[in-house]
C-alpha cells in the first residue's frame, strides 16, 4: 500500500485556512517558518494562509515548498482551496468547484484586437492542469462542478469583463485570485496542484449585498471533510 503524499493547502486569508481546519478534529499546531506560518493539523496536513493575489501566493507556497524539500519531507500535493465568484447559473452561491485547469486570466497584452495571452507573445505559462485522476477522485467525493478556475489580480466588478472572461474560457466555472500563483510554486517543485473553491458571489456587477461569505466558508469545511479521503487515497503515480 502506498503511503499517502504530504499535502500542503494554501489559502488567501487566515479565515479560509481556518475553515479548512475546522474539517479535522483537534487542535493544529504552528510551525513558524521565514516568511511563512504553517498550521499544522492533527490530522497532519499543513495549512498555509499564503496571501491575497497570485504574486504573494506563489511566494508563500514556494517558500514552504523549499523548507520542507530541505528538510528532507517534500510534499507531494498541493492544494489551493478558499472562496471565490462563480460564474452563473452554472456555479451558484454556495457550491463547491473544483478546476480541472488553473489558468490566469489577465496575464498577457491588451491589444487593438482585443487580450493577448503571454503565451501568444511567445513566452510563459497561462494554464495548469491538476492531475485527470485527482481531479475526478475530488469531484466523486464532494459532488463539486468541474472546469476551469480563472485567476485574476483584479477581480470582476461588471457585466461586461465577466462576459469577455467567459468568451475568453468558454469553459470557466469560477475565479480567484492566488490558484496561478500556488500552482506556479508547485511546478516549480515538481509538485502535482489541485484547486478547490466554495462559490461566495457571483462573478459580475459588485454587490456587496449578495456576498454570502459565511455561507461559502462553510461550504469550504464540509467540502473538505469529504475531500479528505480522496486525496489521502491518491496514488500520485496515477495520471
Do not use: Q
Amino acid at each position: 500500500m502506498n503511503a499517502r503524499p504530504r499535502i500542503l493547502v494554501a489559502t488567501a486569508v487566515p479565515a479560509e485556512r481556518d475553515a479548512v481546519a475546522r474539517a479535522f478534529p483537534g487542535a493544529a499546531e504552528e510551525v513558524r517558518l521565514p516568511g511563512a506560518l504553517v498550521h499544522r493539523t492533527a490530522a497532519g496536513y499543513d495549512l498555509l494562509a499564503a496571501g491575497v493575489g497570485p504574486a504573494l501566493a506563489a511566494a508563500s507556497t514556494a517558500t514552504v515548498l523549499t523548507w520542507a524539500a530541505l528538510a528532507g519531507a517534500p510534499y507531494g500535493l498541493v492544494v489551493s482551496a478558499g472562496i471565490g465568484g462563480g460564474f452563473a447559473p452554472e456555479a451558484p452561491v454556495g457550491s463547491l468547484v473544483v478546476a480541472d485547469a488553473v489558468t490566469v486570466a489577465d496575464l498577457g497584452a491588451e491589444t487593438a484586437d482585443g487580450f493577448l495571452p503571454v503565451t501568444e507573445l511567445g513566452f510563459g505559462t497561462v494554464t495548469h492542469r491538476p492531475p485527470a485522476s485527482l481531479v475526478r477522485a475530488a469531484v466523486a467525493a464532494t459532488g463539486a462542478l468541474c472546469g476551469t478556475v480563472l485567476t485574476v489580480s483584479t477581480v470582476t466588478g461588471t457585466a461586461a469583463r465577466a462576459a469577455g472572461l467567459r468568451t475568453r474560457h468558454p469553459h470557466a466555472v469560477a475565479e480567484g485570485m492566488e490558484g496561478f500563483g500556488v500552482a506556479e510554486a508547485a511546478a516549480a517543485h515538481g509538485v502535482p496542484v489541485l484547486e478547490i473553491r466554495a462559490v461566495s458571489n457571483p462573478v459580475g456587477p459588485r454587490d456587496r449585498d449578495a456576498w454570502r461569505i459565511g455561507e461559502a466558508l462553510t461550504a469550504l469545511t464540509e467540502g473538505f471533510g469529504k475531500l479528505a479521503p480522496a486525496l489521502e487515497s491518491w496514488n500520485t503515480h496515477d495520471s
